[in-house]
């Protein structure tokens, strides 16, 4: 059975950080390429951040670039989301979602994605 299991969302001040994790089982990590994606009330999904389960390169859209930060452990099959200079403007949920190509680039967010996780809450207060 294929899971992502995405934690490590809660309430935050302006400015702080966060790092959420999201496990993966059930697929061969290797082969996905592992994104996180965040939505807000009445907003579209956006993707935050991408990184490949077979070389580890990133890929991150311009309104996280610099902030946000993913990274992998394969040994442990999850990926990791450390957020910093959090705004009221990143509270969301965030999602993790697995799609089976080698690499993350600018097109990746715009893919289907194979396997979804349940969402975890980040609150970001002024």
């Known amino acids: 059975e294929v899971q992502l299991q995405a934690s490590g969302g809660g309430l935050v001040q302006a400015g702080g950080s966060l790092r959420l994790s999201c496990a993966a089982s059930g697929f061969t990590f290797d082969d996905y390429a592992i994104g996180w994606f965040r939505q807000a009330p009445g907003k579209e999904r956006e993707g935050v951040s991408c990184?490949?389960?077979?070389?580890?390169?990133?890929y991150y859209p311009d309104s996280v670039k610099g902030r946000f930060t993913i990274s992998s452990d394969n040994a442990k099959n999850t990926v990791y989301l450390l957020m910093n200079s959090l705004q009221p403007e990143d509270t969301a949920v965030y999602y993790c979602?697995?799609?089976?190509?080698?690499?993350?680039?600018?097109?990746?967010?715009?893919?289907?994605?194979?396997?979804w996780g349940k969402g975890t809450q980040v609150t970001v207060s002024s």
């Open positions: 979602a697995a799609v089976y190509v080698p690499l993350c680039d600018m097109f990746v967010f715009r893919r289907s994605m194979d396997y």
């Open positions: 990184i490949s389960g077979s070389d580890g390169s990133t």
